[in-house]
């Protein structure tokens, strides 16, 4: 017996990227998302909480990668020194794969952990939402028997009350 294929029909992983991607929106719209970055070299969407307070919370999606290794990675960060145009801020995190459990790829949420070290830099005083960010980040493993020295660069923009 042969399927009848539709071209109406939504692929399941079409239709499981955009509920993520829509949940994510939500989540942004609810947790009243503070600034949005994006890392080109590595591919990572970031979205974050209040920077300009002490403690604040980075959340960061991998983008360019295969469907089934999507990466999400919570940080929570406290910044070390701030000024009005520069921050400095340590963390630590959990890269987690939700999406590679659900697809059977993997049968560990939890991929690694992190601890993040940067600096975000505002380097036009006519765009001051605009910044530079970059960090190290050692990274390890679940089972802490490998790691990686990770580096990211990227912009982010802040935003802010109009005063």
Known sequence: MKKIKS?????????????????????CIN??????????WNGLLSVSTNPAKSVWCDFRLQTNTLFGSLSTEILPMVNIKRAEYFQVYVGGGVRFNF?????????????????NIGTRIAP???????SV???LSPY??????????KSNFGIVYTFRKKG
């Open 7 to 27: 071209k109406n029909q939504i692929p399941a992983r079409k239709l499981l990227r955009s509920g993520i991607f829509l949940g994510l929106f939500i989540f």
């Open 31 to 40: 947790a009243n998302a503070q600034s949005v970055g994006y890392y080109p």
């Open 99 to 115: 999406i590679g459990v659900l697809a059977n790829q993997t049968k560990n949420v939890v991929e690694g952990y992190s601890l």
């Open 124 to 130: 036009f005083k006519a765009v001051p939402n605009v």
């Open 133 to 135: 960010t970059f960090e």
């Open 140 to 149: 390890v493993v679940r089972k802490f028997d490998s790691g990686v020295l």
